[in-house]
């Protein structure tokens, strides 16, 4: 047993090292990277591009580079804890998207995606319903890099960009997920419950509705549970077509958003009291 604990330790030290190792070289070749995009005086086509950005890459990196997008992620599931996917920060200033898009991913924590789970999960299809989340928030990403149509109305749009184009979090699919909770995040809430006999004959109703006060930690799950039963609700057939719709009516029409409006209405309820 002694030797079984001392077998992981020492693994679990090598695996620490390799990661800090990674780490280390994957800002300096996104530190370089982002250096030649400020300095560079001209454009170069997308073939010069292509191959400079292939000649900044070293074996160290290819880690975070692999050649699918969202296809099943069993296998990265039952070897890693991390569950981190591929991102196209380093090269979002240098290339065109066309040629990424087979090759190079964003990047969550599971943690975050979890929250999700149980109010959208449908038959058990766990991996399936946080590929379509990772879908669509990838889409997400495309539009709001890329088709600048989009996002002329989106009043943070440049904000947001510049987060993208310069974070050293690689986890930025949960970036917009978080930007989008903290949107709606209510601080209060309407609860309906059934008229208790003893009073139904004093009126013709069968169920009231209450004013709740929302805890820090209630407003966070409350978010997400609206959010989800929102994407529900939505008439397009594919979930990840509705948590695109969702999402991106959140960001572009902000406080005229349905969620957005729906819990200004119950704030002003709040109010009225």
């Not at 090292?17 to 300096?28: G, Q, R, S, T, V």
């Not at 069968?206 to 409350?222: A, E, G, M, P, V």
């Not at 029409?253 to 209405?265: A, C, D, P, Q």
């Amino acid at each position: 047993m002694k030797f079984i604990k001392k077998l992981f330790l020492k693994k679990s030290k090598l695996i620490k090292n390799k990661k800090n190792l990674i780490n280390i070289n994957y800002k300096i070749k996104l530190n370089e990277l982002k250096l030649y995009n400020n300095t560079k005086k001209t454009k170069l086509n997308l073939i010069e591009n292509y191959e400079l950005f292939e000649s900044n890459m070293s074996f160290d990196n290819n880690i975070f580079y692999t050649n699918y997008i969202s296809n099943p992620i069993n296998e990265i599931f039952s070897l890693s804890k991390l569950h981190t996917f591929d991102s196209y920060l380093t090269s979002i200033e240098l290339i065109n998207y066309e040629f990424l898009k087979k090759k190079f991913n964003l990047k969550y924590k599971y943690s975050m995606l979890s929250y999700f789970i149980p109010f959208l999960i449908k038959n058990g299809k766990k991996l399936s319903t946080i590929n379509n989340m990772h879908n669509s928030v990838s889409n997400i990403y495309y539009l709001l890099k890329y088709t600048n149509n989009n996002f002329e109305t989106y009043k943070y749009a440049q904000q947001f960009k510049h987060y993208i184009d310069t974070t050293d979090d690689v986890y930025n699919i949960n970036f917009l997920l978080h930007w989008i909770i903290n949107i709606y995040k209510p601080v209060f809430d309407i609860k309906c419950f059934n008229v208790p006999k003893i009073h139904k004959k004093k009126g013709d109703k069968n169920y009231l509705y209450k004013i709740l006060y929302l805890s820090d930690k209630n407003r966070l799950k409350t978010a997400f549970k609206h959010i989800s039963i929102y994407i529900k609700k939505d008439s397009n057939t594919k979930i990840s077509n509705r948590i695109q719709l969702i999402f991106l009516d959140m960001l572009l029409n902000y406080k005229n958003s349905y969620l957005y409006l729906r819990k200004m209405n119950i704030y002003q309820q709040a109010l009225e009291l």
